[in-house]
């Protein structure tokens, strides 16, 4: 009995004092620490890398976005998109503010939800994606000091990038948003952040000493350093000195142009010191493409800027800076379905052109485009500007080898029956072609090798950036100084090379020849994504010109010819030349304020 | 076999294992039975006693205590003065008993374990039991009558005491009592060891039919509270109790949860969905809320089964005798940081000592689709289709080409060409009329001294409502859900001191879902426009239209892309170990318990189907003048060809294009894939004292647990808890208790690891004092309580959140990696494995703690035949955890926002509850129960943006607050003039007469979000009450219940119009809602005007979604002839029950109750049942 009475008193009192706080003391693994991070060149790369997944690709950003919001395209049929919005003009679709943020259904701008693709190669918009992306520079650099196990090159390597991405997250914010504060601290979330906005060459000022420093420490060919010497070619994709040379240019061609110049203080005219500093800036670059680095690719071999059908990538010797990839063939594919493809075609839903935009494209001989031609079936299709039919597929075009590839977009019945229509999503005679190769349809199944690409930057934009810069700060047949191209001759590299005549600075056709420039880059750069950022940057997207979108109805034997608006646009002034911020940051503090038009 | 997935599930290996465990749980059960067939007790059991100088009830009690004999008597046999000795060993009770009242005129018999003890010369009359009644008494009557119990078993040596008197006798073996009682006596008392005593009016009567209840499933009694049990007047914190009977008859469907619905005041569900098994991609189980929501965070009641933390979905009704809610901060205490929402403890049936009873019960279930929104046909839709049209025709001229003729309007309606311009019901097309559930259970219990068992078995299976089947596809895409649970509770009494117990239980479920996509399948439930196509076309091909994306044809989506199946397979078990420690001092107890469970979740093997090639003929060809009336078959089919679309299905390992072939469904390999496994070990010690010192009683707890759980590979959970309770009563009137809870959790840094929290209560019984006295006839329960205290929680808090760290991706070759940027030309190349910035460390983060204070009365009238309850309640809860993805920070930071305490909320509510129960003397008896819940929470602070207006902040309003714009006037504008005189939204483009003027709350000007205000009520009732009555007589029974909410609004969104997306989509209420001078609806009008294309203008229109719902009407017969009792068989019960039978609402006609959301295209949630339920119930 007594035994049992000390046991059972033993028990309890080894219960009472067992140490309990042990027990909780657990966490997975032994954590990483800092240095395992930092400490050599191939994990510090590793931290720096997924800055190259927060890099938009223009078109292949989420299915049913593509970058034509500037009213080239039209799907009326995904109302939901975020691009269609840019036509009802309801932006707050594509900037994430919180009304309209989802998680399924992301805008090429802002993924308002923060925790998504932390850790996959989605990239979190513009907005979301570009200040994720600041942070992991401002992070890294903190930790640069940590770097030890890595040459003098390596080292340069890695800050060279880190300068560069954030240079270039910041740029890419102020483009669709306006000025903000420039980050460059590690916040921790007990700090005030109330940092308030600057204007737009306030923050390109210092967007500018980041590139600058990029370009004195990025190589201009990364096979020529030792470590990536080591596999030639497989660093391609990283960030050169030409690519931040290149965006520096632009940058400064931006901060000089009417909208930009205007939320800087000024007013909607091209500032004279910007461009002068642009066209500079842009003749350094062009000597280093004219060093041998870089060369625009011959006529034939201009879809290699966008797509390749064997397998390899498309990245030419015109490529300065492209998302880098982890594409295979069957998302390319996605891509295509969604963007052009439509359901006979094994597709979805396919974007369509707006006929206005057909008529920028110039006839072959460099005379522009007339209404009356649109009866004319020598001159409606034909004799245009090769790069109208590279990049765009009009009625009984055949895209493929198959016979059933043939694509009908006549209106009204006929046999076989048009594709134009409801039921096939396709509302206006005219489909994009430029990223979609021939044969890669339902049909002939050319697509598993299939790489897309939309190029954000090509040397063929350096050529256009340095044209229009030097044209406003020193006139047409002017140039940089120290220079020997002028406006006209940068100009007509992108045009000849098209097969099309040089144009002079007369511009025959046009108001002036600054008209002539951006035709000329609206046609070059045709869905790659530039178009809306230009007609704001000019101030001219709240022309009525520019608020059409006009359908062209024949029937199937074309004998009548009729335009038709089909849309107009929702484009109010100033409302719609700046994205509207996440209502929940300009709610936080007044630094952080609206853009005009946006409450 | 091996091809349908339902069958599948039945492979060799699972049929072994489930056989082995049936056969586990029998061995279990029987060798239970087993020691209890020993008939010859009183022969076999020797006794030892050693008593010295004490009463014959002494003694007695001792030899009952040592044995499992019972002694039945009427207090005037013994003698309580006289005192005796006795000393014998290993003697039978025979030798004993006759030792014993050598010398006294008692006499005995033995029944089994049944010692009846007379006096002597009553035994020589056995059947007239004189007793001592004055012989001056002047007037008698003989009353004679049969006393049973609940099973319908006579029951020996049952007092029956004329009330007030020392007047009574017992009944003899076949239970009949005879006694003569004067004519003025009123009232005889039945009592028996073990029973309910129970008083029944004399009145004129003289024959008696008794039945006599179990005393231990007296819910008066006792309440299970946390880790024990309290008398119920003893109770001071807010606890409701139901039994399982109630819960039993109450299920609904597989999910337990939605069983508790009405039936726990306090308790509030909100069930979504008729999913067989409950929960699934979209659907989910039952949600539950215990007095309100009170935090954003998860906010669900901690539920234990049996004292282990336990999932509450998959439990067999029937295995449950008692449900306890616990509400306060006092009831909870000892559960500490998972309590605080409150605590469902479950408590399964256990054996008793006694014969073995073996009990079936078979339910099958009818159900039909509760609602449902019904469709108007193809041309009723297309007619108002022009009207829209003719509405919107000034601000859009395009969507005049959209006009559907006449002719076309005349095809809809004569079905000339009913496969191009069809008139589909969908709802037929895709529901069958009724679906069948099926419940088997048995139960074996009984017990011995020694061992007490109880084990049971039951097979659930729910039927599919939709029209899925095996159109040659071979498989059937089908819903289903079929669940076999087991338990065995098993009690050892090792020596009388101490006792082992030992749980088993769990079960096996496996479901299937089509594998079509829900995207397509859903909406065209819930959606399909009537003229779109014929499901099928007459030559067997299905209709799709892959261009319309919202609409693909849901039925073929849904029956063509295979069938996944997933599996669970859960076994719990409970090891309890008590040990009374009287001999250290009386009342003390200590009690160990392991438990250990496991549950295995796995998904296939799937079927994957790869649908069909699919086409759809445009109806443009009824206008082809080729299209003519009496056409050859191969005219019509070359007709139709110019005007077709074919579809191949839209993923395939390859797209073939034209030269499609079709692909048969092929089946994914046996095993089961995704296996995740659910671990948890839990051990708890604890040391129990319980000892009354006169009108002083005392009790203390004091327990320690340890929990490690873990899903899959994740890092398994670890938790600490230290709690302990005191309690004091004084002489039954002043009750105190306190409580206090040490617990631990590893979310929180050291500092904040484990954290204290106090409670207390006080409890004053008015009734039980004297000055009350007078008062009791009338009133005979009167007491108050309050509870006051702090509990925390770190639910919905995740794991260390105080530590950051970084995530560094393994390097990875594999082309179709996420994780790897790929750099290189002509060719991509491997890239360095990527590192990321990991969480951002918040070391403070800590306890949110709730302080919970309760007041509650309980009061009872006329002998509890009319109780009233009420309890007020209030709590303030700060500290609420704010996940990052919930804050708002500068975005300058590039990071998610970092998670932080800094929340509070407030709550407040009522609940009220009576109870009316009255049985008549002629066996009648009738109840009604009402109760009445009212909670309501206030956000204090939950990090609001500074510069938000104060409208458009959360603090200031209730969890969930909806905020929209709102109209000015409940009925849209009618004319132009009134359109003109009113702001219009950002754009007034499309303003047309039939729309709303909405209110510019923030007169800006424009109507934008900042004109979003609170409006209407969250999601989630106020007010919930559930009425209920029954009554019972004789063999007959019958019940209803009702369920209400009120103060409840649906889901915010504004109303999106009729022709979303341009499809003749029109229910019912939009054409009797909407503004339409061609319907005559105007004044009168609750929606805006009819639109084509574009969209109306209007705020928010109002939605109550209040309802009082039929949920419940039962009615059963107990059927009670010998010739069954022959059979061996003591109970045979059929009930007839149905369940959301009715329902009151101004919702519309498709909305069943809380929560599906409001957008029918949108909705993808299994629809809800009306169920219908047969019953019949054996016991032998």
Redesign the interface.
Known sequence: ?KK??YA?IL??GV??FTA??K??????DA??S?K??FGTY??F???V??N??EVINYNTMYSTTTMDCGGETINN???WSPAYTCWT?NY?YLSG?D?YSYNDMTSLFANA???YG????VSGGI??GG??????C??ALQNLKLLTEATDEERKLIEGQIYFFRAYFHHQIIDAFGGM?Y?DTV???SDE???PRLTYQGTAEKIVKDYDRAIALLPVDWDQTVIGGQ?P??????ATKGAAMAYKAKLLLYAGSPLMNKYSGNDYIYNVEYCKRAATAGWEMIQLANAGTYSLVPWSNYSDNFYKND???P?TKETIWQR???T?GSTDNEFINRQMS???M?G?YGEQVNQLFVDKFEMADGTRYQVSYDGDNAKRWNLRDPRFRKNIIVDRDQHGM?S?SIIYLFAG?G???TDKG????ISLPYLMKKYWPVGA???D?LYTQLRIINPLMRLAEVYLDYAEAVTAAYGPTGMAPGANLTAVDALNKVRVRAGMPPATAAATGYANFMDLVRNERTVEFCFEGHYWYDIRRWYIAHLPENLQCVDLIFDKSWTTFNRSVFKTK?FENPKHYWLPI?????????G?YQNPGW? | MEKNPIYSFWTRKRIKFIFLTMKLLFVLIFAGSMALSATTYSQKTKINLQIENSSLIEILSSIEKSSEFIFVYNSNVINSDEKKSISVKGETIDKILTLLFQGDDISYRVDDRQVFLYKSEEVKKPDVIKEAVKSDQPQKKKISGIVKDIKGLSLPGVTVIVKGTTLGTITNMDGIFTLDVPVNAQILVFSFIGMKTQEIQIANKTSFAIVLGEATVDLEDVVVVGYGVQKKESVVGAITQATGELVKSSVQGADLGNALTGALPGLMTISTTGLPGGQGEDDDFALMYIRGQKTWNNAAPLVLVDGVERPLQNINPYEIEKISLLKDASATAVFGVKGANGVILITTLRGKEGKPILSFDMTTTAKTISRIPSRLGSYEANLMKNYAILNEVPTTESSWASVVPNRWLNLYKSQQYPEYLPNVDWMNEFTKDVAWDQNLNMTLSGGTKVVKYFGSLAYTREGDILKLQDYGQGYDPGFSFNRLNFRSNLDFDITPTTRFTVNLSGFFSNSSRPGGDKFKGWPYLYSAPPDLWPAQYSDGTWAD???Y?RYSNGIYAFNFFGVNTSKSTNINTDFVFD?K?D??TKGLS?NAKLSYDNTGYSTGPNTVGYGKLTK?I?P?IVD?PALKANMSESERRALEA??T?W??PPVQP?????NYVETPGTYSSESGTNTSTYRSLYYQ?S?NYARDFGKHSVSGL?L?S?QIQATGST??E???D?VGRATYGYDKRYLFEFNGAYN???KFS?KY??GFFPSMALGWVVSNEKFFEPLRPVINNLKFRYSDGKVGSDEGIKR?LY?G?????AATTS???????????????I???????GV?P?PDIQWETAHKRDFGVETGFFKNQLKILFDYFWEDRTNIFVS??DR???????????S?NIGEVKMHGWEFELQFSRTTSNGLTFWFNHSWTFAKDQIIERGD????PFYQKQAGYQIGQPRETVNQSTVPLQTWNDIYNTVTGS?STYKLPGDYAVVDYNS?G?I???DDIPYGYPSRPQFTYAPSAGISYKNLSANVRFYGVYNVEGEAGTYNGVFA?QFSIVYPWDKERAWSPELDNTTNAINPGLRFVTSSTSGYIPTSRAYLKLQHAEIGYNITSEYIKRLGVSRLRLVLSGDNLILWSKMTEDLDSDRPTVQTNTRRTYPKFKRFNLGISLAF
């Open positions: 009995m049992i009475r059972t028990v309890i219960l009472l309990c706080e027990f909780l003391e657990k966490t997975p954590t990483v800092d395992d991070i191939t994990s790369q590793g931290f890398d997924p190259y997944g049929f995904i109302t003009g707050w503010q009304d939800k923060y925790g932390i850790y996959y190669n907005w979301t200040w994720r992306g600041i942070r992991r401002n992070v504060a980050i916040f921790a979330p952040m109330k940092l596999r070619g497989a660093n391609t994709g990283r397998g390899t990538m990245w880098v990839s982890r295979s439509f359901s006979r094994g979805r198959d059933r019945a046999t076989p029956a409801t039921a096939q999503q349809n339902g049909f199944k929702v996440n209502r929940n940051q300009t709610l936080l503090f007044p952080m409450q | 239209n892959l261009a994306d040990q420690l001999f250290i200590v759809w445009k443009t082809d110019q005007y679309l579809q191949f390859v797209l073939t294009g034209y010690f040391v004091g320690m340890r890092f398994p670890y938790r600490e230290w631990g959790s590893e050291s690891r484990f260390w530590i760290d970084w995530n560094v991706r082309t179709s990696s996420e994780d790897v940027f790929r750099f290189g030309s002509p060719t991509l190349q890239a360095y494995p990527l590192r990321y910035e951002i918040n990052g993805a708002v920070v500068p975005v300058y930071l590039g990071a998610n926002p970092v932080a943006p500074e510069l938000k754009s800006d424009i934008d979000a900042n997306n």
